[in-house]
Each structure stands twice: as C-alpha cells, then as structure tokens.
C-alpha cells in the first residue's frame, strides 16, 4: 500500500489550496483515509477523515473551512483548503486510517507530507 500527497505551496491568507493522496494498491472503497497536518515545533493532528461508508469527520480548526471528498475511481482523496490562515503552515500527510474523538485509528501507511505555507 503506497499513499501519495501533492498539492501544497505557497498562499496567501484566505486563498486556497487542493491537495490530493493518490492510494496505491488497495482497492480505496473499502478504506478510510485520513489528513493529518504537523506544524513546525507541534506534533501531528488528525485534521479530516473520509470514511468508506461516506462518514467524514473535521477537527474544530478547520471545520468550514476544508473539505475532505473522494473519488474511488481515481483511488485518490482530496482535501479541498479555503479561507487559509498563517496557523494553516505546516506539513500535511495522509494515511491509511483516521483518527478521532470517537474513533481511535491505526493508521499502518502513510504518504509522504507535503507542504502548505500561508504567508503575505
């Protein structure tokens, strides 16, 4: 199983940004796919998560703001980021699993993070 985030960059404050995990190997039906994002000196949060059955779930943080979708044909999930704001930097990843307040996930795969910077 291989996940492949892309998309990040450079913004400015309350533009947007579309990141995308490509999963390879699996069959993305039958999974959950979670973002996560690391901002520098913090640890990683679980940010969003899309669940096979349609579920999704979004921290307070961003919550209005980003969009999780999914397009199983494509075996990708997309995070659509709007309203961006400076303590919107930091690393974003995606995995095999989600974490939440009501589900406590094991992601086992992660892509390699990209990079989102909202500055002036």
């Known amino acids: 199983v291989q996940l492949q985030a892309s998309g990040g960059g450079l913004v400015q404050p309350g533009g947007s940004l579309r990141l995308s995990c490509v999963v390879s190997g699996v069959q993305l039906d039958y999974w959950a796919i979670g973002w996560f994002r690391q901002a520098p000196g913090k640890e990683r949060d679980s940010i969003a998560c899309?669940?096979?059955?349609?579920?999704?779930y979004y921290a307070e943080s961003v919550k209005g703001r980003f969009t999780i979708s999914r397009d199983n044909a494509k075996n990708t999930v997309y995070l659509q980021m709007n309203s961006l704001k400076t303590e919107d930097t930091a690393v974003y990843y995606c995995?095999?699993?989600?974490?939440?307040?009501?589900?406590?996930?094991?992601?086992?795969?992660w892509g390699r993070g990209t990079l989102v910077t909202v500055s002036s």
């Open positions: 995995a095999s699993d989600c974490i939440t307040p009501t589900y406590p996930g094991r992601p086992d795969y």
């Open positions: 899309s669940s096979s059955d349609g579920t999704k």
